[in-house]
């Protein structure tokens, strides 16, 4: 399999554009749920940058379990994210639903994510082998680790190396939380896989207020990076507002992140003073 690590080997180091993920010190893509309009979209861009994250991510096209909720700007949408990009430098990382829209959205975001719902869609995955651009591949709401990392397989095998998988939340019986955040899981791919895994405890868990709590773990449990929904008002989103964090909450967020980078390089740099 070319998904799975080799005794000694090193973690795949996934460049997007000037970002990486994998390289020992967590990443951190943020954003809104969906792009809604080119004010809310700069606002939270803007947001994104002060707070230190390197990746804008935000929707265009929105795969919604409804089809009369709000299915994002599509076309629109991406023109908005790459003005974003241009504004503050962010790279921007979006989904794509399927196979036949991979060239234009591959046309204007620098890495792109296939949600959950499409973690199977083999023809999806094929075409992202060729995309030429990294690809986040969101776990199924109800895939075992085998079936995620066989999902990363089809598009390593069609030419595309650079994938990061991503925990979102597996369905449970539990009620309270949208998801349950399966940190087990992170921490067990990590060891079977050389793609970075990052966490989404804003899908994980649906609640603001378990995100903070929820994305140091995801750290401690060896993730390299976090995905996180910010909105500028979160009551006013259009999508996703429960368990978006507002403008400070995700300040706060980012100095705790920022914390735990620098103990994991001091930890490291302990280890590799033991090792000499
Ligand atoms: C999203 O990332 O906004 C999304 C729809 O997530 P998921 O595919 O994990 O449900
Ligand atoms: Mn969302």
């Given amino acids: 399999m070319l998904t799975q690590r080799q005794a000694g080997q090193q973690t795949t180091l996934v460049r997007v554009g000037a970002a990486r993920i994998g390289g020992g010190q967590p990443a951190v893509m943020a954003g809104p749920c969906a792009v809604e309009s080119k004010e809310q979209l700069l606002a939270a861009a803007c947001l994104v940058k002060a707070g230190g994250a390197q990746m804008l991510r935000g929707g265009a096209f929105k795969p919604r379990t ?3 909720a709000f299915q994002g ?5 991406l023109r908005l994210l790459a003005e974003a990009r241009e504004e ?4 921007v990382v979006t989904e794509v639903l399927e196979a036949a829209a991979v060239p234009v959205v591959a046309a204007y ?5 296939v ?5 199977q869609n083999f023809a999806l995955l094929k075409a992202l082998g060729k995309a030429g651009k990294p690809v986040l591949l969101k776990r199924g709401l109800s895939a075992t680790i085998e079936e995620w990392l066989c ?3 089809y598009i390593l095998e069609a030419g595309n190396g650079q994938v990061v998988l991503c925990e979102r939340g597996i369905r449970t019986f539990e009620t309270h939380t949208r998801n349950t955040l399966d940190l087990g899981a992170v921490a067990a791919v990590k060891g079977l896989s050389h793609l970075p895994v990052i966490v989404d405890p804003s899908h994980g868990t649906g609640r603001r207020e378990l995100v903070h709590p929820l994305a ?3 750290l401690a449990a060896g993730a390299d990076g976090v995905l996180i929904e910010v909105h500028p008002a979160p009551e006013e989103a259009l999508c996703d507002g429960p368990q978006s964090l507002p403008p400070m909450e995700y300040l706060e967020l980012m100095d705790d992140l920022r914390f735990y980078g620098r103990l994991r390089k001091r930890s ?3 280890q590799l003073e033991k090792a000499v």
């Fill in 73 to 77: 700007l599509e076309e629109e949408g």
């Fill in 109 to 113: 975001a620098d890495m792109l994510q």
């Fill in 115 to 119: 949600g959950a719902r499409n973690m």
């Fill in 216 to 218: 140091l773990a995801a």
């Fill in 151 to 153: 999902a990363a397989e």
């Fill in 88 to 91: 503050t430098g962010l790279a």
């Fill in 268 to 270: 490291r740099m302990a």
């Fill in 66 to 68: 409804s089809p009369y």
